[in-house]
């Protein structure tokens, strides 16, 4: 049984305040029942370099994750997913930030169910930023919908 070997290192990672600065500042995201996936897409002045690859920052608040376990996973569930995706996702700096409480949510989520849209956020990342599109009935977050306010 040969298993492919998806290592995690730091490089691989957004560990600075400006790196998370960044990403957040360019105001890009994909949203979900329970996530916002933020993305910064390669800039002309080459800051972020396409050999490189993918690079993953976690944010998981204590307002929306009260108990330690909760954040804790949401980052395991997170960073397996990347780790697991990573060839096959374009060269973006990323931010997945828990958009909602844990605690309050009705009904609480399980494992699978936060581990499924990790994962299908991922998928829609790479779709959209090779031409694919966000997918049915996802408005563009750059094109507002009609008659929506902003």
């Given at each position: ?14 560990t ?7 990403v957040f ?7 979900s ?12 002045e ?9 690079r ?9 994750a ?6 804790n996973?949401v ?6 997913a990347?780790r ?5 996702l ?12 844990l ?12 581990a499924?849209?990790?994962v ?9 930023l ?5 997918g049915?009935?996802t ?12």
């Amino acid at each position: 049984m040969s298993l492919t070997h998806h290592p995690f290192p730091k490089q691989y990672r957004l560990t600075k305040t400006d790196e998370f600065s960044s990403v957040f500042g360019f105001r890009r995201a994909i949203k979900s029942t329970y996530f916002l996936l933020h993305w910064r897409e390669p800039g002309p002045e080459g800051e972020v370099l396409p050999d490189r690859g993918p690079r993953l920052g976690v944010v998981v608040g204590k307002k929306q994750a009260r108990f330690a376990h909760d954040r804790n996973l949401v980052k395991r569930l997170t960073r397996e997913a990347f780790r697991l995706r990573r060839p096959d996702l374009p060269p973006v700096d990323m931010i997945l930030r828990l958009g909602v409480s844990l605690d309050k949510a009705s009904p609480r989520p399980n494992r699978r169910q936060l581990a499924g849209e990790i994962v299908s956020l991922l998928e829609r990342l790479s779709r959209k930023l090779s031409g694919g599109g966000l997918g049915p009935g996802t408005p563009s977050p750059r094109f507002p919908r009609k008659g929506a306010p902003g």
